[in-house]
């Protein structure tokens, strides 16, 4: 079985675990200067929600990073292209097209211009069957998906050689 493309998308988080742990430290730390000021000053009842914005914060990431675990991956082989999508709180789904009849629709413009379902995703069809997938990719990278797709898509669709020479 030839594989044509491969893709696993991932979304994109700009702050990996060390920078985390290194922003964590400086919050806490941040937050016991403040709160060590706060308790000079005699108002030691704001201490408690010196601690409520850093777990307020660590929650915030902790779901963030959560959701990073969510991935869709697009494989083109010889009978079909499929569609998978794994995401952390539902079961895993999968599509599957025959690759002669899909059809690949991705709009260019710019996220503030675009309208419709299809706005934020590569939209790919056949038979009344469709999946959007890539919609938490940025512009660039969802047209950078789509042409790649596009590209495979058509290498699959080319004869693999030439034909017989007639008469």
Known sequence: MRVFFDA????H????RGGFRVL????VAMNIIIAGIFVANGAWP????CGLDVLALWLAFRVSYR???QYERVR????????QRIHWKVPERRWSFHPYWLRISHDERTQHDRRGPAAGQVMLSSHGQSVGVGSFLSPDERS???HALGDALRAWRRPSCPPEPVG
């Not at 964590?24 to 919050?27: E, G, I, L, P, Q």
């Not at 083109?76 to 569609?83: E, G, I």
């Open 76 to 83: 083109l082989t010889d009978s079909a292209l499929t569609v």
């Open 46 to 49: 704001v201490v408690p929600f």
């Open 24 to 27: 964590m430290a400086v919050v």
């Open 13 to 16: 988080r700009s702050l990996g």
């Open 67 to 69: 959701s990073a675990r």
């Open 8 to 11: 696993i998308l991932h979304p």
């Open 144 to 146: 950078a998906f789509a």
